[in-house]
């Protein structure tokens, strides 16, 4: 419990789980089915530049402002915050390495390359998907009760304010995709009232256009 006798919601972190398991979990199809369609692969290219800078501000951010204050206040075990680093090196590594053919690829569509970033992201997701799990069975609950409010969102400010302001509704899309309706007013509580309009006026439909042109 921190100081002031309250617990921190850390559940919106889940959330952002949830994006990164399931876009990362698309890639590899979503590469492979571009080959040699140019169209195509402008429009997956796009999606994949998007993801692949998400995940790497969301492990920015818990490298920067997270893991520090964790091995400051808690006995945590050494061992765990030592695989921490080492999923998230392995993870940054694949990222970097995708991040380097995917403006190529997202202009010719080339089997080689596409089938070579899918290949990556394939490898990497059984440490991405441990690393998630882990976080959220073992650090979330810690979490709640050693950071103070203003430290976990600086956490959710340092992500968001990675996301240009154009395509913040959007990805306001991709975070509720697959909350329940509790979950969903839950996190679009802390959500600016303005925004939360815009959502249901343009954002959700944007969205929606998006998603199927990706997923096809």
């Not at 889940?14 to 994006?19: A, F």
């Not at 765990?80 to 993870?91: N, S």
């Not at 690829?105 to 990497?124: H, I």
């Not at 203003?150 to 509704?169: F, N």
Request: aromatic share 4%; net charge neutral; glycine share 6%.
């Amino acid at each position: 419990m921190t100081a002031s006798g309250t617990f921190v919601d850390t559940h919106e972190m889940v959330l952002i789980h949830r994006v990164i398991r399931r876009e990362f979990g698309q890639l590899p199809r979503l590469f492979r089915t571009a080959a040699n369609n140019r169209a195509r692969s402008k429009i997956i290219g796009a999606h994949a530049k998007e993801m692949l800078h998400f995940l790497h501000t969301h492990h920015t951010g818990e490298d920067e402002l997270l893991f520090p204050l964790l091995r400051k206040r808690t006995a945590l075990d050494p061992e765990l915050m030592d695989r921490m680093d080492v999923q998230h090196a392995a993870v940054d590594a694949a990222v970097k390495a995708v991040t380097a053919d995917l403006p190529g690829w997202t202009a010719s569509a080339n089997a080689t390359a596409g089938e070579r970033m899918a290949s990556v992201v394939d490898a990497t997701m059984p440490t991405l998907i441990n690393h998630l799990a882990e976080e959220e069975q073992q650090l979330l609950p810690i979490i709640a009760v050693t950071l103070t409010q203003r430290e976990w969102d600086a956490l959710g400010k340092h992500g968001m304010s990675a996301i240009p302001l154009t395509r913040r509704l959007v990805m306001l899309g991709h975070i509720t995709e697959e909350t329940d309706d509790a979950e969903r007013q839950r996190f679009l509580q802390v959500v600016p009232a303005p925004a939360r309009l815009a959502y249901k006026l343009i954002g959700r439909r944007q969205f929606t256009r998006e998603t199927t042109a990706i997923r096809g």
